[in-house]
T-cell receptor, first 114, second 114 residues
């Protein structure tokens, strides 16, 4: 049971570099999310998707882009990395059975921008 | 907009004793859900317990139970017979019906002393 898989687990980027955080789920969930967790803070929603081809902004979308070409995959793109994007990034998914159910999280990606 | 507040950044408990973690929330929605998530040092976000706002009965999951006070917008988590493995960060979160997007509190670090 893989659940939600994120890669990489750790990454160091230089200011101005770009990268893509990968996220894949094998539970056939329509809903997928990207959150970031800053030190001493709770998770904040960056982007979310309710199905393939449909994405929308969350609370803190600036500096990020997403795409959802398949049900399984929801990559997060960082363009022109900045120190403010140093954080732990979590991908999550949930089903859409008519009521809010459990969100399943990946193990997170610790990103440092130097 | 939803907000979730966890006012205690840290707590400690002796093994086998009971501890209560507090959480308050604010929402203008009538259809919403409340959650407690656990984050051990591994970073994995694990659902502890879930409460539907329309249910008056407090949710329970083995040693974990909640005290849901709807009028006071309070949602506390009680951990009975605390175990060393309960040591973690605990996050309170809410989501409105049909949204699935979680809003998190800042978290609380629980230490369990042997």
């Amino acid at each position: 049971n893989a659940g939600v898989t994120q890669t990489p687990k750790f990454r160091i980027l230089k200011i101005g570099q770009s990268m893509t955080l990968q996220c894949a789920q094998d539970m056939n969930h329509n809903y997928m999310y990207w959150y970031r967790q800053d030190p001493g803070m709770g998770l904040k929603l960056i982007y979310y998707s309710v199905g393939a081809g449909i994405t929308d902004k969350g609370e803190v979308p600036n500096g990020y882009n997403v795409s959802r070409s398949t049900t399984e995959d929801f990559p997060l793109r960082l363009e022109l990395a900045a120190p403010s994007q140093t954080s732990v990034y979590f991908c999550a998914s949930s089903s859409d059975r008519g009521q809010v159910t459990e969100a399943f999280f990946g193990q997170g990606t610790r990103l440092t921008v130097v | 907009a939803q907000t979730v507040t966890q006012s205690q950044p840290e707590m400690s408990v002796q093994e086998a004793e009971t501890v209560t973690l507090s959480c308050t929330y604010d929402t203008s929605e009538s259809d919403y859900y409340l959650f407690w998530y656990k984050q051990p040092p591994s970073r994995q976000m694990i659902l502890v317990i879930r409460q539907e706002a329309y249910k008056q009965q407090n949710a329970t999951e083995n040693r974990f139970s909640v005290n849901f006070q709807k009028a006071a917008k309070s949602f506390s988590l009680k951990i009975s017979d605390s175990q060393l493995g309960d040591a973690a960060m605990y996050f309170c979160a809410s989501a409105t019906g049909g949204s699935e997007k979680l809003v998190f509190g800042k978290g609380m670090k629980l230490t369990v002393n042997p």
